[in-house]
């Protein structure tokens, strides 16, 4: 199994700023996901954090928005930039290991409010 | 495109009663398909996937591939299975891991 613990868990913050979550894994892990959880939905992949190179970012998602960076096999950050208050949500990492693709481990997420 | 359906947003039972949440997808390929579940104040954690046809918690589910459902089940609910259940749908190639998760279902039991 993984363990995966992220920071901030909550944080509020101004419109047109920027804030930088941090993911981290008790172990190495092949896979790390983003994902985004709004108001009263479900879980939406933002994207794969790929090890060394840049992420693979899900229909919707773009880089210059949600740059993303994994370097190494138990870290990974994700920017949400020049927020707006629609991104308001629950934003949670994910990781799984070589052959156990869909055993996923969570993060507890971290609980963004943009005013 | 794929799609996962969980048509119930809550479900409310008495312990001991039988309960069944629903899950319906949508995909071109060969499904593979996990119930996650999120007790109050934790995080996400699989729950089961279709091709271990295991039983965790006494939950078993079944891929019906003729009706496109995975309905999870269980035959005496607890207390202790109140949570949030998430149906979720492996997609993309085979080694991507990709999930897609459907909406959500609470699943309250009442003493």
């Known amino acids: 199994s993984a363990v995966i613990s992220q920071k901030p868990s909550r944080d509020i913050c101004q419109r047109g700023t920027s804030l930088t979550i941090q993911c981290q894994v008790d172990?190495?892990?092949?896979?790390m996901f983003w994902y985004r959880q709004q108001p009263g939905q479900s879980l939406t992949l933002i994207a794969t954090?790929?090890?060394?190179?840049?992420?693979?970012?899900e229909s919707g998602f773009v880089i210059d928005k949600f740059p993303i960076s994994r370097p190494n096999l138990t870290f990974s950050t994700l920017t949400v930039s020049n927020m707006s208050p629609e991104d308001s949500s629950i934003y949670l990492c994910?990781?799984?290991?070589?052959?156990?693709?869909?055993?996923?481990?969570f993060g507890p997420g971290t609980r963004l409010l943009v005013l | 495109a794929q799609r996962v359906t969980q048509p119930e947003k809550l479900l409310s039972v008495f312990k001991g009663a039988p309960v069944e949440l629903k899950c319906n997808y949508s995909?071109?390929?060969?499904?593979?398909l996990f119930w996650y579940v999120q007790y109050s104040r934790q995080r996400l954690q699989l729950l089961l996937r279709?091709?271990s046809r295991e039983s965790i918690k006494g939950f078993t589910a079944d891929l019906n591939k003729g009706e496109t459902s995975f309905h999870l089940k269980k035959p005496f609910a607890q207390e202790e299975d109140s949570a949030m259940y998430y149906c979720?749908?492996?997609?993309?190639?085979?080694?991507?891991?990709?999930?897609?998760f459907g909406q959500g279902t609470t699943l309250q039991v009442k003493p």
């Open positions: 979720a749908l492996l997609y993309g190639s085979s080694n991507t891991g990709k999930l897609i």
């Open positions: 995909y071109s390929g060969s499904p593979e």
């Open positions: 279709h091709i």
């Open positions: 994910s990781g799984a290991k070589s052959g156990y693709q869909e055993t996923q481990y």
């Open positions: 954090a790929n090890q060394g190179s840049e992420a693979t970012y």
């Open positions: 172990s190495q892990v092949t896979m």
